[in-house]
């Protein structure tokens, strides 16, 4: 009997004791939530910026190296604001923020205390809703100092380091301000950061700088609606490495979401419907820095593998001739933000372009296959366009993925008039292997005939175009249709090649070299552009009127 009241007076004590323990345990979490607490309350007040940070609570189990901070809001306030819209913010972009819920997990409790070393597994942020505000860039592309990586004040702390960042079920929108336009918004799935590292700076011991050396940024398999509803992205990696400063993404598709004559027909005027996808896209050394601080896309090369691009414009609807495209040097070096690559380059990809005539059943198609470009000084950046140096391109393809294309651009980036220069050559083929763009082109075809070689130069500015042709081939048989584009169309066949040189050089030997002139159609593109003016070449060539620089 007495040891049972024994057992009974220690089973009392215990359960008291630990009743004690939890509640110092609890009291403690409270008070050292509440330290936390009045911490995190004093670094904001002591970077305090051009937003307003407001934090719900902190909890947590503390022994344990847990806490959970709730209810995080950040606003930029009216000032910034106005300052983005009108383009004079130190940044050139704002962020507005509402987070439920931070959770931090594994922290070192003993460093934290007695060293000072906040030392973070695990930061998981959930359901965030992330507004990235877009400012109206200023004209010359100077910019101060924003926030500032280098120069971050924490009291207390002799160092910070966080193993992993995971961003879940998270919602990002990309707005224009200037615009009052929603650009992109999206929910990303999972967002992986790891390396993230806060060092004290030498004889400043509460200001911290970022090391980002071991700096990874990784997203999986991601889908984003973009604005308007008729296309997609999507990748299966994405991963930014700040060792080497490099992103790498990977099977990158850029998608309709619909049949794209579907698509064609809700627009007013024709215009290109796109489907592309590419294997792998490399961006090396970037400048990451000239990024967070200005808005500015330097780095040195761009590598595009496996690129797979369908161009589909459906020329049943009407062009609209108030629009201006720009020439490609044009367009870059009038971008509203600066932008500096060394080299792009393409490599081993595919293009097709189709149109779709009024009353033609067969579609127009062009295709370059073995599609390899190579791009030198891309940019926008004043300093380097006054330079003089031009940006040169470089395209070889095979032209129906039969005849060897070879073209060079010289594209001087701060030409008055935008004159640039361009020269190349296709190689041999039957004419047969171009039937597929000329019978619904031009209501003609090919029955017979070798294309030697085609070499051509000239140079081009905003509205005409100028160079020569030289295109060598023999026995050109070709057949016109009638309007049906069924039948063959006798008469004007046999008067077509009557009429038509059916070789160059001639029976004589002596060699057509063709003029090549065009006057641009002002609200059509670069590419309709080139084409004309070799299109002139060609018809100079076989026509016995056509224009010939040795006639």
């Known amino acids: 009997m007495k040891l049972k009241k024994m057992r009974k007076s220690m089973l009392i004590i215990l359960s008291i004791v630990m009743v004690i323990v939890i ?3 609890l009291s403690l979490n409270l008070i050292i939530a509440s330290v936390l607490r009045g911490k995190i309350d004093a670094a904001l007040e002591k970077n305090k910026t051009t937003y307003q940070v407001s934090l719900g609570g902190v909890g947590g189990n503390i022994f344990f190296g847990n806490i959970r901070l709730k209810d995080i809001t950040i606003q930029p306030d009216s000032t910034l604001i106005g300052h983005l819209r009108e383009g004079s913010a130190k940044e050139n972009m704002a962020i507005e923020a509402h987070i439920p819920l931070i959770r931090i997990a594994g922290i070192g409790l003993y460093d934290a205390i007695v060293n000072q070393e906040i030392d973070i597994r695990k930061l998981e942020v959930r359901k965030a809703n992330i507004r990235l505000l877009k400012e109206e860039q200023k004209d010359e592309f100077e910019k101060e100092d924003g926030f500032n990586p280098d120069s971050i004040y924490l009291k207390n702390v002799s160092g910070i380091s966080i193993g992993s960042i995971l961003l879940t079920d998270n919602t990002i929108e990309l707005y224009d301000l200037v615009k ?7 929910t990303l799935s999972e967002l992986r950061l790891s390396g993230i590292l806060l060092q004290s700076r030498p004889g400043s011991e509460d200001v911290f700088r970022v090391v980002t050396d071991r700096f990874k940024l990784k997203i999986e398999k991601e889908e984003f609606d973009l604005p308007g509803g008729d296309y997609r992205m999507f990748f299966d990696d994405f991963e ?22 579907e698509i064609a027909t809700q627009y007013k005027y024709t215009r290109e419907i796109f489907d592309m996808s590419m294997e792998r896209l490399e961006l090396q050394a970037i ?3 000239k990024f967070i601080r200005e808005g500015a896309f330097y780095m040195d090369s761009i590598d595009i593998y496996g690129l797979h691009l369908d161009i589909l414009k459906d020329k049943r609807y009407p062009f609209n001739e108030s629009l201006r495209p720009k020439l490609i040097h044009q367009a870059i070096r009038e971008l509203d933000f600066p932008l500096y690559i060394g080299n792009a380059q393409i490599h081993e990809s595919y293009l097709i372009y189709q149109e779709k005539e009024e009353n033609v059943k067969e579609w127009m198609t062009v ?3 073995e599609l390899n470009v190579s791009a030198d000084f891309i940019t926008s950046v004043r300093d380097s366009t006054r330079t003089g140096r031009p940006m040169m391109i470089d395209l070889k393809a095979r032209l129906m993925e039969k005849a060897l294309l070879q073209v060079q651009f010289a594209m001087p ?3 008055r008039e935008d004159t640039f220069f361009f020269s190349g050559s296709l190689g041999p083929a039957p004419f047969l292997v171009f039937n597929q763009a000329s019978r619904p082109a031009l209501g003609a075809f090919f029955t017979g005939g070798e294309l030697h070689s085609i070499v051509f130069k000239g140079s081009a500015n905003r509205t005409h175009s100028s160079g020569e042709m030289t295109m060598l081939y023999k026995d050109l048989v070709a057949e016109v249709l009638k309007k049906d584009q069924k039948s063959k169309n006798k008469f004007l066949s046999w008067a077509t090649n009557v009429a038509l040189r059916t070789s160059n050089p001639n029976p004589r030997g002596k060699t057509a070299v063709a003029v090549m002139e065009f006057d641009r159609v002002m609200y059509k593109g670069f590419g309709n552009f080139m084409w004309k003016t070799l299109q002139s070449g060609i018809v100079n060539t076989v026509s016995p009127t056509g224009k010939n620089v040795n006639k």
């Open 23 to 25: 509640g110092v345990i």
């Open 180 to 186: 009052d336009k929603q650009m992109l918004m999206n």
């Open 240 to 261: 930014f490495t700040m060792s080497d400063s490099s992103l790498v993404i990977s099977q990158f598709a850029y998608k309709p979401t619909r049949d794209r004559l």
């Open 287 to 289: 400048h990451i820095g």
């Open 367 to 369: 295709s370059l296959g």
């Open 413 to 415: 980036l701060n030409s």
